[in-house]
């Protein structure tokens, strides 16, 4: 990171959590100041000397101030400048600086947790190039980063491959940018793998199926799977659904934007048939989580569950997320207009965008309601329908068990 040097930043900088990291000052370019983890500092000048970039030792706070190790690094670079500079002992190769080992901690804590909610995933992916933590960060090569990926697409999974190469793609740019490297070896890197959008929708039947499926399950997953359905919101968004968020008097469910993907808050209203599941919701003792079953987390093992599902709809090509883009579908046919279709799934596409989209935030408040309620009729007509030719088959098969055979006269239909 990059920040303008002054003896209270130096006094407050934490220990590192994981490995040292490092901080560069504003106003001396190379001048930069290393914590380690159990909170030592020590000041580094990076600078180029004979025609080669060097990272050379200065001292250590607090027997250096920064005002001292600030003037120290002005010396070193007039000298370098010219050409009187004897290179010392202290004077380290800069590839020998940091690992990429030592640099992913760092990107996670200072780049990724604060910008990506999934930066967890991006630790998890960037464990993929473990083979290289050990090699200074400035000594990588393309051809090194590329093995990795190659090796990845040859276990058969082309997006993971994908994911791998864009996140060390950014942790190599955040290096680039902070002054760590010079030059970064993944710059134009095409990823591995063309990506195709998935245009997966589950038909009447498949929905009919996982709705009644879901309900045979029993809590938390049926009433979790109905959710999904009902409101065509995103699965960690209804798994992680609170009390607090609902408004039962105005049938409001209004998610927080630290939960939502796009970072803003967003309002669904509630369909009545999407209220009654909610108030059959057992309610677990000083807890907020609506889906849980020990009250302190939401739930999980949605593999395991949509593994059953699957065998039940007699298909395993469809996600959890296919659910919203069913819903989507299903809203368009019923000739809802794109941009409220949009407002219920909270998407950002630039239907409304600009001015517009700042004083839309609480619009089509009551075309979301009207197009929610709207779709559970449908959901509601389908199981009708299903439940009622279940019935006659039913029925028929009694008949004919029973030996008797009713010919219709000819020409009804």
């Known amino acids: 990171m990059r920040k303008k040097l002054t003896p209270k930043t130096i006094e407050a900088l934490p220990p590192a959590k994981g490995k040292r990291y490092e901080v560069w ?28 970039r060097r990272r050379i030792k200065i001292g250590d706070y607090p027997i250096l101030t920064l005002g001292e190790a600030r003037e120290k690094a002005r010396s070193i670079m007039r000298a370098a400048q010219l050409g009187r500079y004897v290179e010392k002992a202290e004077t380290e190769d800069e590839s020998g600086a940091s690992t990429l080992g030592e640099l992913v901690p760092q990107f996670i804590e200072f780049y990724a947790k604060p910008r990506n909610k999934d930066w967890k995933g991006s630790e ?29 697409l040859a276990n058969g999974t082309p997006y993971r491959a994908n994911r791998a190469l864009a996140a060390i793609k950014k942790l190599f740019a955040w290096c680039l940018d902070r002054g760590t490297i010079e030059v970064n070896p993944t710059a134009a890197l095409k990823l591995p793998t063309k990506e195709v959008a998935r245009d997966r929708v589950l038909n009447d039947r498949e ?22 359905i009902l409101t065509g919101q995103r699965r960690g968004e209804v798994a992680g659904m609170r009390w607090s968020e609902i408004d039962f008097e105005r049938a409001m469910w209004t998610i927080p934007a630290q939960r939502t993907k796009n970072g803003t808050q967003h309002t669904v209203p509630l369909a009545p048939h999407a209220v009654q599941i909610l108030q059959a919701v057992p309610r677990f003792l000083n ?5 849980t079953t020990s009250g302190k987390t939401p739930i999980s093992g949605f593999g395991r569950h949509k593994a059953r599902l ?10 959890f997320h296919d659910i919203r883009r069913t819903v989507a579908t299903n809203m368009a046919m019923m000739r809802v207009p794109p941009h409220v279709i949009e407002a219920i799934l909270n998407h950002k596409t630039g239907i409304v965008s600009g001015v517009a989209a700042v004083y839309n935030r609480h619009a089509y408040l ?11 009729g449908r959901i509601a007509e389908l199981i009708s ?6 019935d006659a088959s039913a ?3 009694s008949l004919t068990n029973k030996g008797m055979v009713v010919s219709l006269p000819t020409g009804t239909s």
């Open 25 to 52: 000052d504003e106003l001396l370019p190379g001048f930069i100041v290393r914590v380690s983890s159990k909170g030592r500092k020590t000041w580094h000048l990076c600078a180029r000397i004979n025609k080669r």
């Open 124 to 152: 998890r992916i960037l464990l993929k190039f473990s083979s290289l933590y050990s090699r200074p960060i400035d000594q990588i090569k393309r051809a090194e980063v590329v093995r990795v990926i190659d090796t990845i």
């Open 207 to 228: 929905l009919v199926v996982c709705w009644k499926a879901a309900e045979a399950e029993g809590f938390p997953f049926d009433k979790f799977t109905h959710m999904l």
């Open 287 to 291: 807890s907020d989580l609506v889906f």
């Open 310 to 319: 699957d065998a039940e709809v007699g298909a395993s090509d469809w996600r």
């Open 366 to 376: 009551e075309e979301k309601r009207e197009a929610l309620e709207q779709w559970a």
């Open 385 to 390: 329908k299903e439940a009622s030719s279940r």
């Open 395 to 397: 029925n028929s098969a």
